[in-house]
């Protein structure tokens, strides 16, 4: 589940620098995360860019993400059916 959640941290981190999220991509697709998230838009979960602007400066966003992607997050970015 960690590694879940560093996909979204890594993935943020390297939309937001606009470094390419090559190895993140291949974690997310490993790990079938786009099936409810994408990079530039609203799936069934936000869009990793949308994740990125929420938590960029945020030293415990980390911490919060794993917390999230272990328990999940409902609610958080609004109303999700």
């Known amino acids: 589940m960690k590694q879940l959640a560093t996909i979204l941290v890594a993935a943020g981190a390297a ?3 606009s470094l390419p999220a090559v190895a993140s991509d291949e ?6 995360c786009f099936a409810c998230h994408a990079v530039d838009k609203k799936v ?3 869009a990793y860019k949308d994740v990125a602007a929420k938590y960029s400066g945020d030293k415990t966003a980390e911490a919060k993400l794993i917390d999230k992607v272990k328990k999940g997050g409902v609610g958080v970015w609004g109303i999700y059916q």
């Open 44 to 46: 069934v979960g936000p």
């Open 27 to 32: 974690l997310a697709k490993k790990h079938n």
């Open 15 to 17: 939309l937001s620098s």
